[in-house]
């Protein structure tokens, strides 16, 4: 016998396309600003302006929901990143000017302020989320780009690169140029071009293949 439940799990859920992005643009507010475990169905449908129902119609439950929204977000910062590698380091023709052209670049397409409090918000919840969302985050965004800058930089010819993926992460870590006693704290622009000229110095000091070219 049908019951009024079954029907409602039989049915697909739908809706118009515009009530869907309204949702996932209520939900990003929601979860960055107050974590996943502390959200709640009803606070993103207030922020959304639509009903609980309607929540429903789209999404099975709040993790399917968050799992939607931290995989819309990160891919957007993820094509803008993979945008600059295909841009900035393309054609090289000084390296050292090339690679901090593309960091300061980078250290900016990363800004996105919704998007950096979701990212802290999972840091800081990690082991209280659905761990396939975590995962698919990971997946769909840090590590897709890691994986496409190391390919990128061991494609150079100018460095040694060993591991692609370590070697992204290097670079990554020594461009932000973050203070460890105020992690976050905001730079001027003249602090974030001494960090990153700093940075690249430093990891062409590790990575460059100059020395190799110059032995016997």
Do not use: C
């Not at 009024?4 to 979860?31: C, E, M």
């Not at 993790?63 to 295909?86: G, N, P």
């Not at 590590?143 to 100018?158: I, K, N, S, T």
């Not at 602090?191 to 000229?197: G, I, L, N, S």
């Amino acid at each position: 016998m049908l019951t009024s439940k079954n029907v409602t799990r039989g049915r697909p859920r739908g809706g118009t396309a515009d009530k869907r992005q309204a949702i996932l643009a209520g939900a990003l507010t929601v979860f960055a600003r107050d974590g996943y475990t502390r959200a709640s169905i009803d606070g993103i449908a207030g922020e959304a302006a639509v009903s609980t129902r309607t929540i429903y119609n789209h999404f099975k439950d709040k993790a399917e929901l968050f799992h939607s929204v931290i995989q819309t977000s990160t891919a957007r910062i993820a094509e803008a990143h993979l945008d600059l590698i295909d841009r900035h380091l393309g054609k090289i023709t000084d390296l050292e000017a090339d690679l901090v052209a593309f960091g300061l670049a980078w250290t900016v397409a990363g800004t996105d302020s919704e998007h950096s409090a979701l990212v802290r918000q999972i840091n800081a919840e990690a082991g209280h989320l659905p761990a396939e969302a975590v995962t698919a985050w990971q997946e769909a965004g840090p590590l897709r780009v890691r994986r496409a800058l190391g390919d990128r930089l061991a494609e150079l010819g100018q460095l040694r690169v060993a591991d692609p993926e370590q070697a992204a992460l290097h670079y990554s870590l020594l461009i932000s140029g973050a203070n460890p006693s105020m992690p976050g704290a905001p730079r001027t622009d003249e602090e974030r071009e001494a960090a990153v000229a700093a940075g690249v110095h430093a990891f062409l000091y590790g990575y460059s293949a100059r020395d190799e070219a110059l032995a016997p």
